[in-house]
């Protein structure tokens, strides 16, 4: 027999339906949660509301706040924490680049008694990462903060390389303008500001970001997105001949990618350029195994070869 207040118990129904809709198909029209005065406006009683939790149907995760039983775990402990989503967690459910952070950022409106915006270590679970809103944008989202807060967040608090990717994906992803971007890192502490000038939203991926990155600071010159008749668009073109490529895993982990790969490396190899590849693993964890072939390649000369 179905639990008391499930459709099926004779008189119940109502309690967890008005007309055709299912309080878990309202939920889930808007991202899973939801406030009680949200769910009365949309025709579910209080009472109603009570019965499903007790009945297992949904849950109550804090005061006022009813969830899918299903509920993502980390949305539900930053409103258990009282807030939302924000800085690299907030982005990640934008589909921004956050490399390997796996924390989980909870974020709140700024009070009274706050310094200045920043991040607040709160000692509770050591992955978790509290911030205050910096960006004066307020949303009523239960789930995450704005797009640009998030940036905003991930600017104060994080390295500049891994800013920039989150920036630059953010642009590439269509989430935030360059405009919107450029005008948000103006608005910064001049220390943060002066990274605009490494954004570039073209970025397939934040590895390339940080390659490029690393050769802005070393002042390599390069053209980036280059196309070559013949060969294709190649991440980085150094001098004439020298092709620097980042191979993520998407794209490149596949027999047929790396297949592709192979039929690009000989074709370029035969007009005189020489292709050099950096892997996740390469980029993130080992920049050596990339960066002193790239060196010992250009202290050779090897970038001014000439190419047909």
């Given at each position: 027999m179905p639990p008391p207040?499930?459709?099926?118990?004779?008189?119940?129904?109502?309690?967890?339906?008005?007309?055709?809709?299912?309080?878990?198909?309202?939920?889930?029209?808007?991202?899973?949660?939801?406030?009680?005065?949200?769910l009365v406006a949309r025709g579910f009683s209080g009472y109603g509301l009570t019965r499903?939790?007790?009945a297992g149907i949904i849950q109550r995760i804090r005061r006022s706040r009813y969830a899918l039983n299903d509920l993502d775990s980390t949305l539900k402990l930053a409103i258990q924490h009282g807030g939302v989503l924000g800085s690299l967690s907030a982005a990640r459910l934008y589909g921004l680049w956050v490399g390997l952070d796996d924390r989980i950022h909870i974020s709140w409106r700024s009070h009274g008694n706050v310094a200045k915006p920043a991040r607040?270590?709160?000692?509770?679970?050591?992955?978790?990462?509290?911030?205050?809103?910096?960006?004066?944008?307020?949303?009523?989202?239960?789930?995450?903060?704005?797009?640009?807060?998030?940036?905003?967040?991930?600017?104060?608090?994080?390295?500049?390389?891994?800013?920039?990717?989150?920036?630059?994906?953010?642009?590439?992803?269509?989430?935030?303008?360059?405009?919107?971007?450029?005008?948000?890192?103006?608005?910064?502490?001049?220390?943060?500001?002066?990274?605009?000038?490494?954004?570039d939203g073209r970025s397939d991926s934040g590895l390339e970001s940080m390659v490029r990155i690393w050769?802005?600071?070393?002042?390599?010159?390069?053209?980036?997105?280059?196309?070559?008749?013949g060969i294709g668009e190649v991440d980085f073109l150094i001098g004439r001949s020298l092709v620097f490529e980042t191979d993520g895993g998407q794209f490149h982990d596949s027999a047929r990618d790396a297949e592709r790969d192979?039929?690009?490396n000989t074709r370029a190899a035969a007009r005189g350029y020489i292709t050099l590849r950096a892997r996740y693993r390469m980029v993130m964890f080992a920049p050596?195994?990339?960066?002193?072939?790239?060196?010992?390649?250009?202290?050779r000369g090897d970038h001014k070869r000439r190419v047909t």
């Open positions: 207040g499930v459709d099926g118990c004779p008189g119940t129904g109502i309690l967890t339906r008005v007309g055709s809709r299912d309080i878990t198909a309202v939920l889930a029209g808007v991202g899973g949660v939801a406030t009680r005065p949200q499903a939790v007790r607040v270590i709160f000692g509770t679970r050591p992955e978790v990462l509290h911030h205050w809103h910096v960006a004066a944008e307020v949303s009523d989202s239960l789930l995450a903060v704005t797009p640009r807060e998030a940036l905003a967040q991930v600017l104060r608090t994080e390295s500049r390389q891994l800013a920039v990717a989150c920036a630059d994906s953010a642009i590439r992803q269509g989430v935030l303008s360059d405009r919107d971007v450029r005008e948000l890192f103006r608005s910064m502490p001049r220390e943060i500001a002066e990274w605009e000038r490494f954004i050769l802005i600071d070393r002042g390599i010159p390069f053209i980036f997105h280059k196309r070559i008749p192979a039929v690009r050596h195994e990339w960066q002193r072939p790239l060196l010992e390649h250009l202290a």
